[in-house]
T-cell receptor, first 118, second 113 residues
Framework: GAGVSQSPRYKVAKRGQDVALRCDPI?????LFWYQQALGQGPEFLTY????????KSGLPSDRFFAERPEGSVSTLKIQRTQQEDSAVYLC????????????????FGNGTRLTVT | DAKTTQPNSMESNEEEPVHLPCNHS???????IHWYRQLPSQGPEYVIH???SNVNNRMASLAIAEDRKSSTLILHRATLRDAAVYYC??????????????FGKGTHLIIQP
């Protein structure tokens, strides 16, 4: 079956440009997460959706970062006025269920979007 | 929040078993222990998870210490395709009720042919 799909796979942006990164989760998955992974580091949590509700955005590094999931399926991570420090791989993950015991539900990751800001 | 400690890197030979250790001395009684791995240029991939007893699946085995302060991921017969960064993760509930996983730096597993 289809896994988590992210597009574009690579994105080069000039400093100051806005970018939009797309995530298509596995159909029926309630939870959706965005992570940022700098070179040589583990993924860092950015934000979390349960259906269309953004329940946690504590990891977003600045107000230039914005995520949405308006219909509870596809999600978009938008970065405004990109800076060089935004260069990283942005990973999306989805899982089947959320609730008191969501840690029993594995996350399924996409292969990420590699953003390079020049 | 629970913290984990893993070796930065480990090396093993192909077709030999590999034991990847993880210390999580501050884990709570209800936190599952998750293991993920990340191959080059790919997103992390779920490997296994468990709570108290040892767990097995087609990819690996997870041995959890009786006091739950440590666990060991066991690859029974490593192949070159198992070369990856392995993350041991106790989930951390966040303010909004999310259970996003928090990754550390993991263990870089090198497999020698």
């Amino acid at each position: 079956g289809a896994g988590v799909s992210q597009s574009p796979r690579y994105k080069v942006a000039k400093r100051g440009q806005d970018v939009a990164l797309r995530c298509d989760p596995i159909s029926g998955h309630v939870s959706l997460f965005w992570y940022q992974q700098a070179l040589g580091q583990g993924p860092e949590f950015l934000t979390y959706f349960q259906n269309e509700a953004q329940l946690d955005k504590s990891g977003l590094p600045s107000d230039r970062f914005f995520a949405e999931r308006p219909e509870g399926s596809v999600s978009t991570l938008k970065i405004q006025r990109t800076q060089q420090e935004d260069s990283a791989v942005y990973l999306c993950a989805s899982s089947l269920y959320t609730g008191d015991h969501t840690y029993n539900s594995p996350l399924h990751f996409g292969n990420g979007t590699r953003l390079t800001v020049t | 929040d629970a913290k984990t400690t893993q070796p930065n890197s480990m090396e093993s030979n192909e077709e030999e078993p590999v034991h990847l250790p993880c210390n999580h001395s501050t884990i709570s009684g209800t936190d599952y222990i998750h293991w993920y791995r990340q191959l080059p240029s790919q997103g992390p991939e779920y490997v296994i998870h468990g709570l108290t007893s040892n767990v097995n699946n087609r990819m690996a085995s997870l041995a959890i210490a009786e006091d739950r302060k440590s666990s060991t991921l066991i690859l029974h017969r490593a192949t070159l395709r198992d070369a990856a960064v392995y993350y041991c993760i106790p989930p951390i509930g966040r303010g909004g009720g999310a259970d996003g996983l928090t990754f550390g730096k993991g263990t870089h597993l090198i497999i020698q042919p």
